[in-house]
């Protein structure tokens, strides 16, 4: 079992910038800690994804260049760093972690997930 707890959302002006924070109760290598988000009357979308030891980093298309995805393995702790954020990124943001099946930022692959952290940004 996995726990997962998110922090660092709030409100923000375009352009503006946040960083959230996705704790981890466990952590090893290989492991993908993911983080998706999910609007009013939409689908849940994976935003980024990174496997803990190894390396590769995924990122949807419409956040490339504006998030970044990172790791401090000595705080079990994950981290997404959103800059130049647009009126459109404003969701709830979930770490999800342990991907079991499919490739990255595929929801259904994910074992464990957070309670989310809300992200407004007003124009």
């Known amino acids: 079992q996995v726990q997962l707890v998110e922090s660092g959302g709030g409100s923000v002006q375009a352009g503006g910038s946040l960083r959230l924070s996705c704790a981890a109760s466990?952590?090893?290598?290989?492991?993908?800690i993911a983080w998706f988000r999910q609007a009013p009357g939409k689908e849940r979308e994976g935003v980024a994804d990174i496997a803990i030891g190894l390396g590769p980093v995924y990122y949807a298309d419409s956040v490339k260049g504006r998030f970044t995805i990172s790791q401090d393995n000595a705080k079990n702790t994950n981290y997404l760093q959103m800059d130049s954020l647009k009126p459109e990124d404003s969701a709830m943001y979930y770490c999800a972690a342990v991907l079991t099946v499919g490739p990255p930022l595929q929801r259904a692959g994910y074992k464990y997930w957070g309670p989310g952290t809300q992200v407004t940004v007003s124009s």
């Open positions: 466990k952590r090893w290598n290989g492991m993908h």
